[in-house]
């Protein structure tokens, strides 16, 4: 395995294991999409991503995506990502632009989290391969 291969691994190993953190706390809160149709389901993560994408600073909003998000990935499901094109453009214009509106410091204090987070998670993986 390449040194590449093996970092895009990891990476990828550290956002499955943010997703199952989520599914976990889902879980534990009750699974209030349980009874839902798989359809139902979808329809329910369609409509929060296009709500939290006009509104994304709305915590109920984020938490109600997250937990859709957390039931279709119990369910095996994907996201229907080709259903809100139009959303996921308006979330990133609305990204580049709080962005754009950070210090550098602010910036790199964020990286710099983000960083840590990474370098956690590689220290745990590797305890439990001991």
Request: net charge negative; proline share 3%.
């Amino acid at each position: 395995m390449t040194k590449s291969h093996n970092a895009r691994a990891e990476i990828e190993a550290w956002i499955m294991s943010d997703f199952m953190d989520d599914a976990a706390a889902y879980m534990s809160r009750g699974r209030r999409f349980l009874a839902l149709s798989n359809a139902a389901v979808v329809d329910a993560w369609v409509e929060a991503y296009e709500s939290s994408a006009l509104a994304w600073r709305d915590q109920a909003l984020l938490d109600a995506l997250n937990d859709c998000y957390a039931e279709l990935t119990l369910r095996a499901i994907p996201p229907p990502y080709h259903r809100v094109e139009s959303a996921t453009e308006i979330l990133e214009a609305t990204f580049q632009e709080e962005l754009s509106k950070l210090s550098p410091q602010l910036r790199e204090e964020i990286e710099e989290e983000r960083r840590a987070d990474f370098r956690a998670f590689l220290s745990r993986s590797q305890a439990q391969k001991n």
